[in-house]
């Protein structure tokens, strides 16, 4: 068997995580012939030294292109070249499209990576050990919410710090919210299409969900009415803005009519507003936002508000943040908080509060919004402007699923295709049309991006699924 001690990727220009750009070498070093099955690679640890990188990125990219077949790590012997194969995704020469999860999509920005990595170190020295070696209140710390306050000011304007709750994640928060307001075998409304997590949160609560039905333009007011004289719903949990999965944004009007029902049956509403920083998109202008202002600023008396940084930040900073009408929702809130989570990490919330107070925060939205907007341009490139309403902002979008595309027709055929797709099925309460939500992050570069819809719209675009693939 050849060793190969002095094959090494070009890493320059290349596009997304060095990690990716490794094992895209190694697939392209393989198809064209400079590397071939049986060959040996570089040592990892050579293999870092020689690029200059870090030795975890190294054995990263070598158990990426392990898990696209293309190399076989043998104890004691090393790394080989497994085969040169075609990786799942048919024609496209990228690996397997996971669209399950909402992920924010890979920027390119060097600088900006730099400056994420150097503020991990900044909490640390700030706070010192007695945040390292002292519980904190489950409230969270007040120069957290001081920062979340700050963070949240362009939403809900004239904000309280005491009004705010820092949790552990959005799920966190919506448990906490549901747990205050509804008791098993209560109800709860939600959107028809509706955020699978807060579902599983409600089965497992033994809390019972009832669908307010959908248009266009979101929750149509006149159903959640019905239901509020025939339900008596404890809450009326929702996402007006880039909704999970449709990605439509309420106009204001129809924010008024949900708040002006929810009055009127005294019913609290709890406001989902994960996506909110990506609704202007790269230009940021933040009176964009007056255009969809949050329930929360209309109705501050009834609406329990939820914005994490998980979506449109970084999904490891599982830090939400939860805003409560009034005092006595603080004490009650803090209470379930302490039953469920004790407190939200506070390294986490440091981290965060770094990042909102240097303006790293900021920068990230606007990287994490160019990147989104430029495969939003992509997707609407090449699946046509009839295939879906495009949104205003975000990386998600929903197909509505016209004959003779069924659900499981077109999701076994992305499948097929090497691409996972959630469709109706995983977001419906009661019966809907058919759909499927696409995941703009979910591939790592934009080139992958484009090779993914471009099969997407290949399979969309046939009049009818192969009979041949279907038993």
Not at 362 to 386: F, H, K, M, N, Y
Request: proline content about 8%; overall charge neutral.
């Amino acid at each position: 068997m050849l060793h190969k001690p002095f094959w090494a990727p070009v890493l320059q220009d290349a596009e997304g995580p060095t990690y990716l750009a490794i094992a895209r070498a190694v697939e392209e070093s393989i198809g064209n012939g400079e590397l071939k099955v049986g060959d040996r690679l570089p040592p990892q640890r050579a293999l870092a030294a020689t690029l200059g990188i870090d030795f975890t990125t190294v054995s990263r990219g070598y158990a990426e292109a392990q898990r696209r077949g293309f190399l076989e790590a043998q104890v004691g012997r090393g790394t080989f070249v497994k085969a040169s194969r075609s990786p799942p995704f048919i024609a496209s020469g990228v690996s397997t499209v996971d669209m399950l999860i909402n992920h924010p999509p890979f920027f390119q920005n060097a600088t900006l990576e730099k400056k994420i990595r150097e503020s991990l170190e900044s909490p640390l020295s700030d706070r010192g050990m007695e945040m390292l070696m002292r519980y904190q209140t489950p409230n969270g710390a007040r120069r957290d919410r001081i920062a979340a306050a700050t963070w949240l000011g362009p939403r809900v304007p004239g904000l309280d710090p005491e009004r705010i709750l820092v949790c552990p994640g959005v799920q966190g928060a919506l448990l906490a919210t549901t747990m205050m307001l509804a008791r098993p075998g209560e109800t709860v409304c939600v959107e028809s299409l509706t955020y699978p997590g807060y579902l599983l949160l409600a089965r497992e609560l033994g809390i019972r969900a009832v669908s307010v039905q959908m248009d266009d333009e979101g929750a149509i007011p006149e159903s959640l009415d019905e239901i509020c004289k025939a339900e008596h719903p404890k809450a009326f949990y929702c996402t007006p803005s880039l909704h999970n999965p449709t990605a439509v944004t309420m106009p204001p009007e129809r924010r008024e009519a949900i708040i002006a029902v929810a009055r009127r049956h005294g019913v609290p509403i709890i406001e989902d507003d994960n996506y909110w920083p990506c609704l202007s998109g790269t230009s940021r202008d933040r009176s964009l936002l007056s255009t969809a202002p949050s329930l929360a600023s209309l109705a501050p008396e009834l609406v329990f508000y939820v914005s994490g940084l998980s979506k449109c930040v970084s999904p490891a900073l599982r830090i939400a943040f939860l805003i409560v009408p009034g005092a006595a929702a603080v004490q009650r809130a803090a209470v379930v908080l302490r039953a469920t989570a004790t407190m939200a990490a506070p390294l986490s919330a440091a981290i965060a509060t770094n990042w909102i107070e240097t303006g790293l925060a900021e920068e990230t939205v606007r990287a994490i919004c160019a990147e989104s907007d430029a495969r939003q341009a992509i997707a609407a490139r090449l699946l046509g402007p009839d295939t879906y309403r495009r949104p205003s902002g975000g990386f998600h979008l929903w197909l509505p699923l016209q004959q003779p595309w069924t659900v499981l027709a077109l999701s076994t055929q992305l499948r097929l295709a090497g691409i996972w797709v959630a469709g109706t099925d995983a977001f419906a309460v009661g019966s809907m049309p058919d759909g499927v939500r696409l995941c703009l992050g979910a591939p790592a570069t934009r080139r992958d991006f484009e090779l993914c819809m471009s099969r997407v719209a290949e399979i969309l675009h046939m009049r009818a699924y192969p009979a041949s693939q279907v038993v």
